[in-house]
């Protein structure tokens, strides 16, 4: 139904549609990742604590997430179309439920060693961060920042793990970190002139720090 109400010219452009089909998307995919979960427990047969966790991590690697990205870009819809308006605050409040399966996703995936698509969920989790206004300051932004850094690093992505670690050093994040991790991918990349430049930026600003 809120498919039809979607392609309805009365109705399509509508905040409320967007909510509602926001909310239908979001439920969709909770509901498969219940029922991978279950079938997984089902299949191993223990209703310990330990593999009710991992039923739900194997669960995260498994699940198609269309219907996850659908819900996702409705509720930002909704946003642009009425930022104010009070459909708008649910719609936030949707977005961090979907920031919650995006971040799992990605740990799931890290976890199982799958780098890229990890990578992928990380940055898509950083961006909501974004878009929903999150301070570059906070504790939760911050670990965000460092976790998508460091994923696009181990996927091989050094043209995004650069900009990423650029990022913490324009916002000061991470201390002395960035700088040896940027000086390893500049001479990975053989290039000399940045790697050097990258550590004399980094000693001005932490010259006690022995890396």
């Known amino acids: ?10 109705t399509k452009d509508e905040p409320k549609m967007f909510l509602y089909k926001g909310d239908v998307y979001m ?3 909770a509901h498969q990742l219940s029922a991978i979960s279950k079938k ?8 310990t604590a330990q593999a009710v966790q991992e039923s739900q991590t194997k669960a995260y690697i498994q699940a198609d997430t269309t219907y996850l990205m659908t819900a996702v870009n409705s509720f930002m819809e909704v946003i642009q179309l009425a930022p104010k308006d009070f459909y ?13 399966h995006l971040a799992n996703k990605a740990i ?14 990380f940055e898509k989790t950083l961006n909501l961060a974004k878009a929903q206004g999150a301070a570059d300051t906070s504790r939760a932004y911050v670990q ?13 992505n050094n043209p995004k793990a650069i900009s990423y670690y650029n990022q913490m050093i324009s916002s ?4 002395a970190a960035p700088y040896s991790t940027l000086f390893k991918l500049y001479i990975d990349q053989k290039d000399t002139a940045k790697a ?4 004399k930026q980094g000693r001005v600003v932490y010259p006690d720090d022995v890396d």
């Open 1 to 10: 139904a809120i498919d039809e109400a979607a392609a309805n010219d009365k």
């Open 27 to 29: 439920t969709l995919y």
């Open 40 to 47: 997984i427990l089902m299949s191993n047969g223990k209703m």
């Open 88 to 100: 708008a605050d649910e719609a936030r409040q949707g977005l961090q439920q979907c920031s919650t």
């Open 108 to 121: 799931a995936d890290y976890n199982n060693g799958n780098y890229k698509s990890s990578f992928i969920f």
């Open 144 to 156: 965000l920042l460092q976790n998508t850094a460091l994923t696009a690093q181990k996927a091989g």
């Open 172 to 175: 000061k994040l991470g201390g």
């Open 196 to 199: 050097l430049d990258i550590v």
